[in-house]
């Protein structure tokens, strides 16, 4: 699987999660589970948004394209994987494993925003009730959604551009489940500074200026349950507010992890729980995170199941 020093690697070989045979087939099951309940629930969700007009609102709209960005978060990874899981060579192009990272990486930003945009949504609607319908307009909820999925497109390309600057002779070895970038630098060749450094930059920018974004609003948002809210209301608005900030915390926690920790050996890279977390548990978390204690979706579907 080496490769000479002067022969430039164009295949990778994917390690996986396990070397172990023994363990191929049930891994195999579990995460094929794990992927067609993740589709059933993000699209399920965005099934119901569609079909009940009761949920033709801003804020299940900005549900429905996060359900759709977890839908493409997940679809990047999981069916190669699954295919890596029984395949004995485990090989992946340089094209494939670009093609991989800028999908993955443009549901990621798309999502980032996305929380941001919901937070946003939650901010005007409980601390400006009134001015609700005006501010959250049609017009403004599509410019929003169309925005967050336009920087989530762009981000990656300065990566996988970056990326085309090196050249891997070392090894093909890539010790993860997926082309994630990090582990590309390990063993590129070429000095991957400049890589690590936008990375690291972009990464803590996007990141950081979303989060505290979020942050700030449902701030805002507490101080004005505890204000103005009648027990009834309060009560409505803290199950909606928290399914909300659980979803971030789980998202924003592993990121931070992984791409704003400073690093020190390409140990950290290797870490396949949380890559794991991020890429798999969260977009098949986040359906149910946002419907089960909502009255609305489940009515719904309720209504869905008698038709």
Known sequence: ?????????????LTGLTDLPGLKVPLFLVFLVIYLTTMVGNLGLIFLIWKDPHLHT??????GSLAFADACCSSSVTPKMLVNILDKSQMMSLF??????YFFGSSATTECFLLVVMAYDRYVAICNPLLYPVVMSN????????ASCAIGFLHPIIHVGL???????RSNIIHHFYCEIL??????????SINALVLFISAAFIQASTFMTIMASYTCVLFAILRKKPEKGRSKAFSTCSAHLLSVFLFYGTLFFMYVRPGSGPDQYQDNMYSLFYTIIIPLTNPFIYSLRNKEVLGAFT???KK
């Open 1 to 13: 699987m080496m490769k000479a020093n002067n022969t430039l690697v164009t295949e990778f070989v």
């Open 58 to 63: 801003p804020m299940y709209s900005f549900l």
């Open 96 to 101: 494939e494993c670009m093609a991989q990272y």
């Open 139 to 146: 017009r403004l909820c599509t410019w929003l959604i169309s």
């Open 163 to 169: 990326l085309f600057r090196l050249s891997f002779c």
């Open 183 to 192: 582990p590309l630098f390990t063993i590129s060749c070429t000095d991957p």
């Open 303 to 305: 209504k869905i199941i």
